[in-house]
């Protein structure tokens, strides 16, 4: 069955640094996502993607966050400066047209330190 | 903006038994549809079953059923024959059907332990 991979599984960085984390979706789906879930706590939603940019943003996703399809396969979220609160689960999701569930990724977890 | 309830923080059940998982939405839009995901203790989250709101007829999938209640906004999801490899974090979540975004919300959880 297809997968989204996500890597890397784990990603420890010092506050400050930036991190990208990577993705790259099922080949055939459309429509792109990143969510985060800090820990004990529910899914939350970031960002959408479609047609080559962002179709839609959460509060969340303010001006350190960004995306990228830089190559047609893989689909990345840049933190520019992390801070200790960015310490979450990243799950990137996909899915094929509408209606359908999404796809998502095992997660990347990322720790700032 | 619409909210998803899951009002279950935990539950348990035994093994082979029966087990219901509620969630309630709150939304004022008549097109969406309704999934519940599965993140075990890997983390992952896996789809487990999705219902489109139009549909009366209530989604199944094998062991996994769902008993869905439009009118009052109500998303029950029913795991019969519960095995151990169901134990997981479970989540309700809402998508709305608009333009290209298709966003989901999702609920807090509920956290279903099964007990041999």
């Known amino acids: 069955e297809p997968e989204v991979t996500q890597t890397p599984s784990h990603q420890v960085t010092q506050m400050g640094q930036e991190v990208i984390l990577r993705c790259v979706p099922i080949s055939n789906h459309l429509y792109f996502y990143w969510y985060r879930q800090i820990l004990g706590q529910k899914v939350e939603f970031l960002v959408s993607f479609y047609n080559n940019e962002i179709s839609e943003k959460s509060e969340i996703f303010d001006d350190q966050f960004s995306v990228e399809r830089p190559d047609g396969s893989n689909f990345t979220l840049k933190i520019r400066s992390t801070k200790l609160e960015d310490s979450a689960m990243y799950f990137c999701?996909?899915?094929?047209?509408?209606?359908?569930?999404?796809?998502f990724g095992s997660g990347t977890r990322l720790t700032v330190v | 903006a619409q909210t998803v309830t899951q009002s279950q923080p935990e539950m348990s059940v035994q093994e082979a038994e029966t087990v219901t998982l509620s969630c309630t939405y709150d939304t004022s839009e008549s097109n969406y549809y309704l999934f519940w995901y599965k993140q075990p203790p890997s983390r992952q989250m896996i789809l487990v079953i999705r219902q489109e709101a139009y549909k009366q007829q209530n989604a199944t999938e094998n062991r996994f059923s769902v008993n869905f209640q439009k009118a009052a906004k109500s998303f029950s999801l029913k795991i019969s024959d519960s095995q151990l490899g169901d134990t997981a974090m479970y989540f309700c979540?809402?998508?709305?059907?608009?333009?290209?975004?298709?966003?989901?919300?999702f609920g807090k959880g509920t956290l279903l332990t099964v007990n041999p």
């Open positions: 979540a809402f998508m709305k059907h608009e333009g290209s975004n298709y966003k989901l919300t």
């Open positions: 999701a996909s899915r094929e047209k509408q209606g359908d569930g999404y796809t």
